[in-house]
């Protein structure tokens, strides 16, 4: 990507055969009255050849880019979480492909190929960390990336025949000082070229700017061959930004800008966007985001975030109404600079695509790849109103359950099951309602509509506070529990180990509550 010099006459030529021959396929399409629509966003009707090539490069190349920043996106997220580089790039290419997918169903995500074969999909993405940064569109390995180290993300699209791209240094976690230098440098050197983004600027004057920004800091024994290209037909048009170039910046020029640093073995930074010029100025069609907060999973302000800011947690429905709500206050209370968000849903995250830190969900804690820790250990038991113990008929034994509306979850087997182990055989189960949450079976027994079974962690809250009882010690053990998973990579940041350690001391202070109350729930 780097070094690549043409002259601007052949250049010029070149665009212009390039333009013919979209001219005249978008000239034919229009006369056969197909290209409603086929252009990515550019509208017009059929017998209207007022639409310039010009018009359909920059149309185009801005749908190129709508998918491009989201498999950037897709590439950082999956990162923070712990992905390796084909993971993550392979994340990032589902991203882009569930965008065209469901968005832009008309749209040919494909290059212009050869005469042996045409190019199936042109949303590619490369992830590059440790010695392959150094190789640019290297092949992504399993290597996971270290804390502490910087990594390379590529994301490059061709789709009905236009391109972008946009690229970024990512950091994991506080990185050494030469790379900080490195990447401070470079963000410094685009933001005083970017004034120089405009027409009537010469080429060349961008590239030359920018060696002598990068020899006032240091740099004059690394410099670039060049600090762009041209792109919109193909990735690397023959135009390069750099020394040689005799043309001036005009509207509808569009380059990729990316004045980089790079020391071989030591530190490389790697920051492209694709860029209109415009009758303005310019325009980035690639989404410009604060390098050290958005771009660097880490830095300085993000080193700060691991132990304070946002901490997104994923859980059931039924565990986020009966035993994580009522305890809000207490975490709020003790850690103030944790904003912490909770997202009930039956869905199981999938830590690598989606923006969850931690969740507890219900089952037998098999999760390969992530790390988990138990949260209870759970029984299976009567429960009622306390109104129900004080009045007639009474609850003398496990039988006079049957006296009473059974309430059900989803099927009437967990009573047979309880009834049987507790020596009652034969029993007629076909009373009392039946319900799919075991949130709402617990809020019927409390408001005293029947007898419940409940689980352990689900039924504490209520029976610590009073609202239930146990009217007999008979229980069924349960093979699965809730469980606390996040990623691996990420187990041991600050937030995430304080939720957990919260969410352990909570579980442990019901098990003394409900010793105290005779409940005595086991645990292993």
């Known amino acids: 990507m780097r070094g690549i010099r043409n002259h601007s006459h052949r250049a010029h030529l070149e665009f212009r055969h390039l333009a013919d021959r979209i001219e005249r396929r978008v000239g034919q399409a229009v006369r056969r009255g197909v290209a409603q629509d086929a252009l990515f966003g550019v509208g017009f009707t059929a017998g209207t050849q007022s639409l310039t090539v010009k018009n359909v490069i920059i149309q185009n190349t801005k749908g190129r880019c709508l998918f491009a920043d989201s498999g950037m996106d897709a590439a950082i997220k999956a990162l923070a979480r712990g992905a390796n580089e084909r993971e993550a790039s392979i994340t990032s290419m589902h991203e882009m492909n569930q965008c065209w997918a469901t968005t832009y169903l008309d749209v040919e995500v494909c290059g212009f190929g050869s005469l042996q074969g045409g190019q199936q999909n ?13 190789y640019s569109c290297d092949n992504p390995t399993a290597r996971k990336p270290e804390r502490g180290e910087t990594v390379s993300v590529f994301v490059w699209t061709a789709a009905n025949g236009m391109t972008a791209e946009v690229e970024r240094t990512v950091c994991m976690g506080q990185v050494a000082e030469v790379e900080r230098k490195a990447i401070g440098a470079v963000l410094e050197i685009r933001a005083a070229v970017d004034a120089l983004l405009k027409p009537g600027t010469p080429v060349k004057h961008l590239y030359e700017t920018t060696c002598n920004a990068l ?7 690394y410099l670039p061959g060049r600090i762009g290209h041209a792109i919109g037909l193909g990735h690397h048009e023959p135009v390069s930004v750099d020394a040689s170039s005799q043309l001036l910046l005009e509207p509808g020029m569009m380059i990729t800008f990316e004045p980089n640093i790079e020391i071989l073995g030591v530190c490389a930074t790697q920051f492209c966007d694709t860029v209109l010029i415009t009758e303005a100025g310019r325009e980035y069609l690639t989404v410009l985001r604060d390098a050290l907060d958005r771009i660097a999973v880490g830095t300085d302000r993000l080193i700060q975030r691991q132990t304070s800011g946002v901490l997104t947690v994923s859980t059931s429905p039924d565990f986020a109404a009966k035993w994580l709500v009522n305890r809000l206050g207490r975490f709020a209370e003790a850690h103030p600079s944790i904003d912490l968000r909770i997202s009930a849903t039956l869905h199981h995250v999938d830590f690598a695509r989606e923006d969850v830190d931690l969740a507890v969900r219900h089952g037998d804690g098999g999760w390969p790849g992530l790390e988990v820790a138990r949260l209870s250990t759970e029984q299976l038991f009567a429960v009622c109103s306390p109104k129900l113990l004080e009045g007639r008929p009474r609850i003398s034994k496990p039988s006079d359950v049957l006296k009473f509306p059974l309430l059900h979850l989803d099927d009437r087997k967990d009573w047979a099951k309880w009834l049987e182990a507790a020596g009652v055989a034969d029993a007629e189960l076909s009373h009392g309602p039946v319900l799919n949450r ?21 039924a504490a809250w209520d029976l610590i506070n009073g609202r239930l009882v146990r009217p007999f010690t008979e229980a069924l053990r349960l093979s699965k529990t809730y469980w606390i998973i996040c990623p691996k990579a990420t187990s041991m940041l600050p937030k995430i180990v304080t939720f957990r350690d919260w969410l352990l001391a909570e579980a442990a202070r019901d098990v003394r509550h409900l010793q105290k109350l005779g409940s005595k729930p086991s645990r292993d």
């Open 122 to 134: 042109g949303l590619e993405a490369w992830v590059l960390s440790g010695p392959h940064k150094f």
């Open 215 to 221: 020899e006032a800091r240091g740099y004059g024994t």
């Open 438 to 458: 075991a949130s709402m079976v617990i809020d019927a027994a409390v408001d005293g509509q029947g007898i419940a079974l409940a689980r352990t962690t689900l």
